[in-house]
C-alpha cells in the first residue's frame, strides 16, 4: 500500500474506489478523444492512482505528466454515474504532484509567477492598467473608488494585448448603462484559480483575499468577472465569500442580461450576424449560466442566433483550461480544432464565448486550421450593437 | 485492468477460477478486422470475450481465461434510419446516449432503453437483455430488436431477423449471403428454424455463439413526455398504486426506489416526503391530451392508495436521476449485484424477507416494472473491497439473493457469468437445450466468451492448486494411517506387518500422500464452474454465518 498523503488530507481516498468503470468520463474527455489512450482518460488515470494505492503501481514522473495532461473541464464530473468530484480530484492529485516534486516546467512557471508577480505571465502591476489605453476619460477616475459594482477583469483579459478589447466593451457597457462602478486598476492580483490547477490548494484563499478585502473596502456588493473561473475559485476556495453571501459574483453575460431586463441597454439593427455560442465549460457545467447568453443574443436585431453541437452543459472545451495550453500547447490546440469544426456544420460566421480563455485558444486555431471566422467575447458583441447614446440606452432613456 | 472489470469488483477469490486480466485488448474498427480477428483467434485457440463498455455487474464482460477483451467501442455508426419503417440500424459500439440524442433530434426515441445509457453500448444491452427505461409499457429490450449482424466463432458473417440497411451500399453482402447458407444448415440440423427467425440466437446469449456487429431497432415517436413520482409510507401501498397505475394508464416507464434506497440520496436529505420512504416515479410517454387524463388518473389512484403526489420539479429530478442509478455506490464504496426477476405482487414480501436476511448489511433497493407483472427487483449490496477478508465472504450474498427469487418464484435477473447455474430455467427448458445444441456446432472449441451462460471447465489459480494438494495429501495420508485398524482385514495386517513394509512405512505413507495430493490437483484442473460455485457458496456461507456471530 503506498499512502497519498494530499489525496488522504482532502477526503478522496474512497474515490478511486467509488468509480464503477462505467467510462462515462472517459467518452466526454476531450484529451482521451485526442489521444485514444485509456490511461489518459479520468477512467484509467483513476484507475491508476488506485493502483499505487494497492501498491502495485508507481507515481513516477510519466503519470504525474498525465495527471496534468487535462483541461479540467466539469465534463466527467458533470456526467460521472457515481457523483465522483473528478476535478476535484485533479487538482488534489496534482497537489500531491506537486509535493513530490514532479511539477510539470510549466506549471512550476505559473506557480513561480502568481507568487511573485501576482499574475500569471510574469509581468506586474502596472501592466494591469496597459488595456485602458484609448478609454482613459471613461476609467480614469473609477479606479479603487467606492461603488456597488466592481469589473474584475482577470490576468487575461487586463495583460494580454488581444483581449484588451473585452475589457474596454465591459467598460463601455457599463458607461452605457449608467452604472456606478470601480475597478481596482494595478491592485488587481490573479484569482488564485491557476494555484489549483498547479496543485497549491494552500495559498488559494490568500490570493482571493487580497482581491476580497480591498473589494468589501469599496464597498462592493456586485462583482462582474470576464473569466467564468475567477468566479469558481473564489465560490471553492475563498472561506469569506463561502461565510460572506453579501456579495454577488456574476458573469458578464449574466450582468449583462440583468441590464437589458433593466432596459438600460439598446440596440440598434445589425447587418445580419449569424452566431453560435460556445459555452465555456465553467459557467456551462459549475455556474449553470447558459441561457443569459442566449437571451442577451436574441435581444439584439440583426442577430441570428444558431446552436452547435454539443452545447450548453454538454459543451465541449476548448483545449486552453486547466494549464493544458501551457503543459502540451499542441495537444490544447488540436482539441480547439475539434471544437471549432463544430462551428463549421453551422451557418454561423461568428464564434461568440464568455471566456478569455476559450477566445486565446480559438483564435490561435483558426490560424492552425485556416477556417474564416469572428471569435468574440459576449461582450464585444453587445458594446457593437449599442445603439448611439443619445437615440437610447442609459437609466434616464 | 479497467477492461477487466465491470462495474463491481470482484473479491481476490474469485481469481482463483477466473483470470484476473485479459491478456490483449483490441479495438476493431469494423466488421472486417473483427472478423480477421476472430479468425486469427480460432487458430490459435485464443479465447475471445466481446466487450461494449462494461456496464453491467454479472461478468458476462469480463475475462475468465485471459485471451482477447474485443471493445467494441470503436465501431460506433448509424448506419439506416427509415421513419416509416420505424427503425434504426447501428453499429453496436454506439452508446445508447449518442443514439437517442440522434433520433431525439428527429422527433424519435427507443421504446426500451438501459438506465446506463449514458454508457452502455446498444450491442452490450442486446447481448445481455434485461429491463429498463420503456420496458413499463414495452417489456425487455430482446422484443425491440428487429434484426442483427454478428460474426460467428468461426469468422463467418450472418445476418438474423430482418436487418435493414441501404443494399447499394453493402460491402458484405457476398459474404453474408454465404455465411446465412452455412448458418441455414446448422439451424436446419438442429430442428431450428431459418436465420430470419432465430435472432434469439444471440440476443441475451453474451456473445457466447457470436459478436453482434450491428442491430436493428424499433423507434417510437418522441410525444409528450410527462414524468411523475409519488411517495408512499409502506411498500404495501405503493404496490397497490402501481399495479392499478399500470392496469389503467400504461406508462411509459416506472420505477420504485425502497426506503433504504430513499434515505441514502443525499439529494433527498432536505426532502422529508421524500427521504427515508418509498418512492414511485416514471413517465408518461403519449400525445398532450392523454397524458392529461393519465396524469390525473395517477393523482387520484396515489390519494387513494395512502400516497403524497410530488410536484413537478422533483418528478423532473427523478426522471434525470433515472440514469444515475449508481449514485448509491458512494455508500460503499464497493458494490455486490443482486438483482431478480419477481413477481410484482410479491414485492412486499420479498422486500421484508430481504431485509430480514441482509440485516447486517448495508442495502440499497429498487427496481423497475415490466408490462408482464414482473419486476426487476435490484439490491444494491454496498461493501467496501478494502476489507478483503468480509468483501470476499460478502460475496455469498448476491447468491443469497438468487436463491430467495427462487423461493419466491423469481428468477435471477440475468445469467452472466455468476448465474449459469440458473440458465436452464431462466431461458426455458427447450430454448436453453437448443442453445447448447447451437453452441456446441458454432463453436466447438469453446473459445467465445468461455464459462458464460454455459458455464465449463474453469482455470484454478496457484492458492488453489496448492490448498487441493495439500489438502489431498493431508486426507490420503490421515487414510492411510488410520483406514487399515479401522477396516480391521487381516491379509491387510499381515502385509503391513511385513518386516519391509515395516521398514519403509514412512516412505510409503508419504509416497501414498503424495499422489493423494496430485489426484486432488487433477480433481481440481478438471473441475467445471457450477462444482467450484457447489463448493465454494456453502464454504462463503458458513464463514459469513460465523463472521455474523
Known amino acids: ?397 | 485492468m479497467i477492461y477487466s472489470k465491470d462495474v463491481t469488483s470482484l473479491p481476490d477469490l474469485a481469481h482463483q477460477i477466473v483470470s484476473p486480466r485479459f491478456d490483449v485488448v483490441t479495438q476493431p474498427v469494423d466488421v472486417l478486422s473483427l472478423q480477421n480477428l476472430i479468425i486469427y483467434a480460432i487458430e490459435n485457440g485464443i479465447p475471445i470475450v466481446p466487450r461494449g463498455n462494461g456496464t453491467s455487474g454479472w461478468g458476462g464482460a469480463i475475462p475468465t481465461r485471459g485471451g482477447l477483451c474485443i471493445s467494441l467501442s470503436a465501431m460506433s455508426g448509424i448506419l439506416y434510419f427509415n421513419e416509416f419503417e420505424s427503425a434504426v440500424t447501428v453499429e453496436t459500439g454506439i452508446t445508447w446516449r449518442d443514439l437517442l440524442a440522434f433520433l431525439e433530434r428527429l422527433g424519435f426515441t427507443l421504446p426500451v432503453y438501459p438506465s446506463s445509457a449514458t454508457a452502455a453500448t446498444v450491442g452490450g444491452f442486446v447481448a445481455s437483455g434485461g429491463l429498463g427505461i420503456g420496458s413499463t409499457r414495452n417489456g425487455d429490450i430482446l422484443k425491440q430488436v428487429i434484426g442483427i449482424e454478428a460474426i460467428l466463432p468461426n469468422g463467418k458473417i450472418v445476418r438474423l431477423g430482418r436487418l435493414l440497411l441501404d443494399s447499394k451500399t453493402d460491402p458484405l453482402r457476398e459474404k453474408v449471403e454465404e455465411g446465412n447458407s452455412w448458418l441455414s444448415e446448422k439451424l436446419s440440423d438442429a430442428g431450428l428454424g431459418s436465420p430470419e427467425q432465430e435472432t434469439k440466437l444471440f440476443t441475451g446469449t453474451y456473445g457466447t455463439l457470436g459478436i453482434i456487429t450491428k442491430v436493428t431497432l424499433k423507434t417510437i415517436p418522441n410525444l409528450q413526455l410527462i414524468p411523475f413520482s409519488c411517495s408512499f409510507d409502506r411498500m404495501t401501498d405503493l404496490v397497490r398504486a402501481a399495479d392499478r397505475i399500470l392496469s389503467e394508464v400504461k406508462p411509459y416507464y416506472m420505477r420504485f426506489l425502497a426506503d433504504n434506497y430513499t434515505s441514502k440520496l443525499r439529494a433527498l436529505s432536505e426532502y422529508e416526503n421524500e427521504s427515508g420512504k418509498y418512492i414511485l416515479t416514471g413517465a408518461l410517454l403519449d400525445t398532450i391530451y392523454q397524458n392529461e387524463d393519465n396524469i390525473e388518473i395517477i393523482k387520484t389512484v396515489t390519494n387513494e392508495e395512502k400516497g403524497y403526489v410530488l410536484d413537478d420539479k422533483r418528478s423532473w429530478f427523478y426522471w434525470s436521476e433515472r440514469l444515475y442509478p449508481l449514485r448509491i455506490k458512494r455508500h460503499g464504496p464497493s458494490l455486490v449485484p443482486a438483482e431478480m426477476l419477481a413477481p410484482m405482487n410479491m414485492l412486499p414480501e420479498i422486500l421484508e424477507k430481504t431485509k430480514a436476511e441482509l440485516r447486517n448489511s448495508k442495502v440499497a433497493i429498487e427496481g423497475t416494472l415490466s408490462n408482464d407483472g414482473t419486476t426487476s427487483f435490484m439490491v444494491w449490496i454496498l461493501d467496501d473491497e478494502r476489507k478483503k477478508v468480509s468483501f470476499t465472504i460478502g460475496w455469498y450474498r448476491s447468491f443469497q439473493i438468487a436463491s430467495l427469487a427462487e423461493r419466491f418464484g423469481g428468477l435471477p435477473y440475468a445469467v452472466g457469468l455468476w448465474n449459469g447455474r440458473h440458465a436452464r430455467k431462466f431461458y426455458g427448458n427447450d430454448s436453453y437445450k437448443n442453445l447448447k445444441v447451437m453452441k456446441k456446432k458454432l463453436d466447438p472449441s469453446n473459445i467465445m466468451n468461455p464459462l458464460k451462460v454455459f458455464g465449463g471447465r474453469v482455470t484454478i489459480g496457484r492458492e488453489s492448486m496448492l490448498l487441493g494438494f495439500l489438502l489431498g495429501f493431508i486426507v490420503t495420508m490421515i487414510g492411510g494411517w488410520l483406514l487399515p485398524g479401522l477396516l480391521n482385514l487381516d491379509w491387510l495386517n499381515q502385509f503391513l506387518s511385513l518386516s519391509l513394509v515395516q521398514f519403509l512405512y514412512f516412505p510409503n505413507l508419504w509416497l501414498l500422500g503424495l499422489a493423494g495430493g496430485l489426484i486432488a490437483v487433477m480433481i481440481i484442473r478438471f473441475m467445471r464452474l457450477s462444482q467450484a460455485l457447489a463448493i465454494g457458496i456453502p464454504i462463503l456461507r458458513i464463514l459469513s454465518k460465523l463472521l455474523r456471530r
Not at chain 1, 494585448?161 to 475589457?167: E, N, T
Not at chain 1, 453560435?276 to 447568453?293: G, M, N, Q, W, Y
Open chain 1, 1 to 397: 500500500m503506498t499512502k497519498l498523503d494530499f489525496i488522504e488530507r482532502y477526503g478522496q481516498e474512497n474515490e478511486p474506489y467509488i468509480c464503477a468503470s462505467c467510462g462515462n468520463c472517459t467518452l466526454v474527455c476531450p484529451v482521451y478523444s485526442e489521444l485514444k489512450w485509456e490511461s489518459y482518460g479520468p477512467r484509467g488515470k483513476l484507475h491508476v492512482v488506485k493502483s499505487i494505492i494497492e501498491g502495485e503501481g508507481e507515481f513516477g514522473k510519466d503519470f504525474a505528466h498525465k495527471i496534468f495532461l487535462c483541461n479540467l473541464c466539469e465534463h466527467c464530473t458533470s456526467v460521472c454515474t457515481t457523483g465522483i468530484s473528478l476535478d476535484r480530484f485533479w487538482e488534489v492529485a496534482r497537489a500531491e504532484v506537486r509535493e513530490r516534486g514532479l511539477l510539470p516546467a510549466p506549471a512550476q512557471f505559473v506557480l513561480k509567477s502568481v507568487k511573485e508577480r501576482g499574475d500569471i505571465m510574469w509581468m506586474g502591476s502596472a501592466d494591469r492598467l496597459l488595456w485602458m489605453e484609448g478609454i482613459d476619460e471613461l476609467v480614469k477616475d473609477r479606479i479603487l473608488k467606492k461603488a456597488k459594482v466592481a469589473y474584475f477583469l482577470g490576468c487575461n483579459v487586463s495583460l494580454k494585448s488581444q483581449l484588451h478589447d473585452v475589457a474596454q466593451s465591459m467598460v463601455k457597457i457599463m458607461d452605457y448603462a449608467g452604472i456606478d462602478f470601480t475597478l481596482l486598476g494595478e491592485k488587481e492580483v490573479c484569482c488564485g484559480a491557476p494555484l489549483s490547477w498547479a496543485g497549491n490548494l494552500k495559498d488559494i484563499n490568500e490570493m482571493a483575499e487580497k482581491n476580497l478585502s480591498l473589494i468589501r473596502e469599496l464597498g462592493v456588493e456586485t462583482v462582474v468577472f470576464s473569466c467564468p473561473s475567477c468566479i469558481q475559485t473564489w465560490s471553492e476556495y475563498s472561506k469569506s465569500v463561502k461565510e460572506d453571501k453579501s456579495i454577488e459574483l456574476l458573469t458578464a453575460s449574466q450582468f449583462i442580461n440583468r441590464l437589458i431586463r433593466e432596459k438600460r441597454l439598446h440596440f440598434e439593427e445589425q447587418p445580419m450576424i449569424t452566431t453560435t455560442f460556445h459555452d465555456p465549460c465553467i459557467s456551462a457545467r459549475v455556474l449553470k449560466a447558459t441561457e443569459e447568453p442566449r437571451e442577451i443574443m436574441d435581444e439584439i436585431p440583426g442577430v441570428y442566433h444558431v446552436e452547435m453541437n454539443p452545447s450548453r452543459q454538454n459543451t465541449r472545451c476548448c483545449g486552453a483550461h486547466g494549464l493544458l495550453d501551457v503543459v502540451d500547447p499542441v495537444l490544447s490546440s488540436r482539441i480547439a480544432e475539434r471544437r471549432l469544426r463544430d462551428v463549421t456544420v453551422t451557418p454561423a460566421t461568428r464564434i461568440v464565448t464568455e471566456c478569455p480563455r476559450c477566445i486565446l485558444a480559438f483564435d490561435l486555431a483558426k490560424f492552425t486550421t485556416g477556417y474564416e471566422m469572428l471569435v468574440q467575447d459576449i461582450t464585444q458583441l453587445v458594446e457593437g450593437a449599442l445603439s448611439p447614446k443619445e437615440q437610447g440606452g442609459g437609466k434616464d432613456h
